[in-house]
């Protein structure tokens, strides 16, 4: 089958944009949009072997994905991969795990304008469909004018000057680059639809470890960090991607969606690692600071459009396998592991 099902939905045959294609996410999506019959440019900085290689290697990439060279502030380089796609999924944003020191260059320029050019690219090419990937950092970070007992959904937004005020400006560059990115979409007719991810868990095809996988890395080897005993929201690679194609696919989907199906304090997180493992030296639990819980999010939107997902135990279980045989959990001498600084901002 060619292009469009009789409903008007996406299907395969068609011509997708992944941008950032090598990044953790992006690779299980490529991985997915290849299986299921789609042709992918895919945007990496890096054309060498170490950054693409699992790429190359994924099944029907050779026929099927065409990598290309672009950051996200050339839009030359964004719009000659996007030419010619009738989707686009734009993931690329730095996740940094240190301090960030200068968050014009590090943070805000990269998402927010890099944002701009992938849609400006979109609209320029005629793409019927962009998919941004934002956060849950866009959602529950001190909403103002939101119960904290009150459930939280896609009408919920993150205080951003809350955030600047604390210097969180990974999330400062999440919600601004959301709210433009809809913004744009109103304005100019472009399908915009974005989804915000919870902390993401699970498998990694890269070979390097992410950020986001060094949150759950720092739970078993521990370290000199301390963290607050929040509620985090966790969910599967797998499944996120599995969201990012539905929202792609399913015409009826519009606006925010919310990607975050489990939640689990930090206490009750290591107490569950150490109900499923013993052979770990674990993080201390007097490094985890007594936090007050608001009610968590909820996934029900994506629920509705058919959205389902592994258990947490599954998830964890195949992260932490993966992350053993791959040397992640081995000690590195005169090398602490850290636990990432923007989890300690958002
Ligand atoms: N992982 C999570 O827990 C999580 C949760 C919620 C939302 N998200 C969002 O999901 C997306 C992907 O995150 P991830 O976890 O998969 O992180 P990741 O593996 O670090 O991927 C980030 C990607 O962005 C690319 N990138 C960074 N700066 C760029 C620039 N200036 N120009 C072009 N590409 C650039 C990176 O390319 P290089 O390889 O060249 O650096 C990489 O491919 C991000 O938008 C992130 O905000 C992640």
Redesign the pocket.
């Known amino acids: 089958m060619v292009g469009r099902t009789e409903d008007g939905a996406a299907g395969s045959g068609e011509t997708v944009c992944v941008?950032?294609?090598?990044?953790?996410?992006?690779s299980w999506l490529v991985k997915l949009l290849l299986a299921r019959g789609y042709t992918v440019h895919g945007?990496?900085?890096?054309l060498g072997e170490k950054?693409t290689a699992h790429l190359r290697q994924l099944e029907k990439a050779s026929e099927n994905l065409k990598l290309f060279k672009?950051?996200?502030?050339a839009y030359d380089a964004m719009a000659a991969a996007i030419v010619g796609c009738q989707g686009v999924f734009h993931?690329?944003?730095?996740?940094p795990s240190g301090k960030i020191t200068d968050p014009e260059r590090e943070m805000l320029g990269?998402a927010v304008n890099?944002t701009t050019n992938v849609l400006k690219a979109a609209s320029a090419a005629n793409v019927r469909r962009v998919v941004v990937?934002s956060?849950?950092v866009a959602v529950e970070i001190d909403p103002k004018d939101w119960p904290k007992d009150k459930i939280k959904d896609e009408g919920c937004w993150s205080d951003k000057e809350a955030c600047r005020n604390n210097e969180d400006w990974y999330s400062v560059a999440?919600i601004t680059s959301e709210q433009a990115a809809l913004e744009y979409g109103k304005q100019t007719g472009l399908d915009v639809v974005t989804v915000n991810?919870?902390?993401?868990f699970g498998p990694l095809l890269q070979s390097t470890l992410?950020?986001?996988c060094q949150f759950l890395v720092y739970f078993l080897k521990g370290g000199p960090d301390q963290m607050r005993n929040k509620l985090w929201h966790i969910v599967d690679v797998r499944d996120t991607a599995d969201a990012l194609l539905l929202v792609y696919e399913a015409p009826e989907a519009s606006g925010r969606h919310i990607c975050a199906p489990h939640f689990i304090s930090a206490r009750d997180l290591l107490d569950l690692l150490k109900s499923m493992y013993t052979e770990y030296p674990f993080m201390s639990k007097e490094s985890i600071c007594d936090m007050d819980h608001p009610a968590p999010m909820t996934s029900d939107k994506l629920k509705k459009l058919g959205w389902k997902v592994r258990s947490l135990k599954e998830t964890i279980a195949d992260t932490i396998e993966f992350c053993k045989k791959a040397g992640f959990l081995e000690d590195v001498a005169g090398n602490p592991c850290r636990f990432p600084d923007i989890y300690n901002k958002i």
């Open positions: 941008t950032g294609a090598g990044g953790y996410i992006a945007t990496v900085r890096d950054k672009a950051d996200l502030l993931v690329a944003t730095p996740v990269p890099g990937v956060s849950m999440k991810p919870a902390v993401v992410n950020t986001s």
